[in-house]
């Protein structure tokens, strides 16, 4: 049996990740890769990306798991928490033990605790200045991650962001604003999608997504069409 490196399994991510970015790839499946990726690379049992509207009103767009993203969500709606002040500062943001946060985000230290999470790591999504989100990498133990982690994570970040805006999209911030919100409403499309799947089908959200992801794959069709699809009921997943 032959044994993989780490070193090798992080060039074999990022060599995959890299070959998706094509003329006509679909983003959201890609974001999602690239947050199992984090999991699968680093010391982290779930991760979430969140994308900032035209507005600057943070969403979830892609997590690997049900828990993390409602982590995420709660974390939203007080306006306050580790992703949230990454984005606000554009900077990393860590909590290696969350049980020691008091008085501080109370509502994420409460949401993530009753998840099983014990630690947090955020790291900014950025291009030429700008932040436009934020990738949560939380973990089930407490402690910080390895300098080495912390770079892989950057790196796959910034990945995340090349994959949203495109080289060529980021010289007109019209354009930029654009594409954030057109994977902003896939986003939504697909969560209405998994609600359809999962109450006909009788699963949970994360096989109602993997149902989804799967056909989408399979038939080479991008997850908002696919979405759609389900929505208006000519496809039963």
């Known amino acids: 049996m ?3 490196s ?4 992080v060039s074999a991510a990022f060599v995959k990740i890299t070959n998706t970015l094509v003329a006509d790839y679909d983003v959201l499946d890609l974001l999602h890769a690239l ?3 984090s999991v699968d690379l680093l010391d982290a049992a779930a991760a979430g990306l969140l994308l900032a509207d035209p507005h600057g009103e943070l969403q979830v767009l892609a997590s690997t798991s049900e828990r993390s993203q409602l982590v995420e969500i709660l974390q939203l709606q007080a306006g306050s928490g580790p992703c949230v002040e990454c984005y606000r500062t554009g900077t990393p943001v860590v909590v290696e033990d969350i049980r020691s946060l008091s008085g501080q985000w109370p509502e994420f230290r409460e949401a993530a605790l009753s998840q099983g999470f ?7 999504m950025r291009v030429q200045g700008r932040t436009i989100g934020a990738m949560g990498l939380f973990g089930e133990h407490s402690g910080a991650l390895t300098p080495e982690d912390v770079a892989i994570g950057q790196a796959l970040a910034d990945v995340a962001t090349i994959g ?3 080289e060529r999209t980021i010289r007109e911030s019209a354009v930029v604003n654009e594409q954030l919100q057109r994977a902003l409403n896939s986003r939504v499309l697909i969560e ?3 609600g359809v799947i999962a109450y006909t089908a009788g699963v ?3 096989e109602a997504f993997g149902r989804l992801r799967s056909f989408a794959r399979a038939n080479n069709q991008n997850l908002h069409d696919t ?5 208006d009921r000519t496809l039963t997943l």
């Open 2 to 4: 032959v044994t993989i």
């Open 6 to 9: 780490r070193a090798e399994r």
């Open 35 to 37: 947050v199992e990726a």
């Open 118 to 124: 014990r630690s947090v790591h955020a790291v900014p």
């Open 164 to 166: 949203i805006l495109q």
């Open 192 to 194: 209405q999608a998994k």
């Open 204 to 206: 949970d959200m994360e």
């Open 227 to 231: 979405a759609a699809r389900v929505i």
